[in-house]
T-cell receptor
Framework: SQKIEQNSEALNIQEGKTATLTCNYT??????LQWYRQDPGRGPVFLLL?????KEKRKERLKVTFDTTLKQSLFHITASQPADSATYLC????????FGKGTRLSVIA | DSGVTQTPKHLITATGQRVTLRCSPR?????VYWYQQSLDQGLQFLIQ???????AKGNILERFSAQQFPDLHSELNLSSLELGDSALYFC?????????????FGPGTRLTVL
């Protein structure tokens, strides 16, 4: 069955550093992958979608890579800020969309 | 604000009862998705409707059912409630049916079963 693993449940980094979150998936080959941000008690918010023919995608301080050979996506937040603290969910595209359990990022001032 | 509304915000009920959660999608979105999120399970897909028709089904229990009405709002019915059904229930909407579309999530309904 499809399996999604996000690198760790929690990640703590210092303000100004680059946060790198990992999403690994097995047993399927999605044509695209989405990343969402979720704050406690709130609904997820879409951040980025990357397609299988795009190796990298950027949006402001966010960068996503998608390696279909490794079955892995990396999500980077550069110059991180305390306001970036949240849980980040990956969702390798399929029907229906399946979400990873997320990585809780804490950016410490 | 995503434009997706969900009511009620909180619901407290007893085991064995039945409840209905309501969702109004963003204006123009034809697809509605329901998810359940509990602490240990993460965000679990339940069911998707597109323009009134069931489009995809996840691990939705037989005690749960949903429908999408002609005005595109959707309701999720949960019956014979058990303690384990306590969770956050999210509705999301997207313009089209394919899951490559960005999904807009509502604020959720927190269900507590006592």
């Amino acid at each position: 069955s499809q399996k999604i693993e996000q690198n760790s449940e929690a990640l703590n980094i210092q303000e100004g550093k680059t946060a790198t979150l990992t999403c690994n998936y097995t047993n399927y080959s999605p044509a695209y992958l989405q990343w969402y941000r979720q704050d406690p008690g709130r609904g997820p918010v879409f951040l980025l979608l990357i397609r299988e023919n795009e190796k990298e995608k950027r949006k402001e301080r966010l960068k996503v890579t998608f390696d279909t050979t490794l079955k892995q996506s990396l999500f980077h937040i550069t110059a991180s800020q305390p306001a970036d603290s949240a849980t980040y969910l990956c969702a390798p595209g399929n029907t229906p969309l399946v979400f990873g359990k997320g990585t809780r990022l804490s950016v410490i001032a | 604000d995503s434009g997706v509304t969900q009511t009620p915000k909180h619901l407290i009920t007893a085991t064995g009862q039945r409840v209905t959660l309501r969702c109004s999608p963003r204006s123009g979105d034809l697809s509605v998705y329901w998810y359940q999120q509990s602490l240990d399970q993460g965000l679990q897909f339940l069911i998707q409707y597109y323009n009134g028709e069931e489009r995809a089904k996840g691990n939705i229990l037989e005690r749960f059912s949903a429908q999408q009405f002609p005005d595109l709002h959707s309701e999720l019915n949960l019956s014979s409630l058990e303690l384990g059904d306590s969770a956050l229930y999210f509705c999301a909407s997207s313009e089209l049916a394919g899951t490559y579309n960005e999904q807009f999530f509502g604020p959720g309904t927190r269900l507590t079963v006592l």
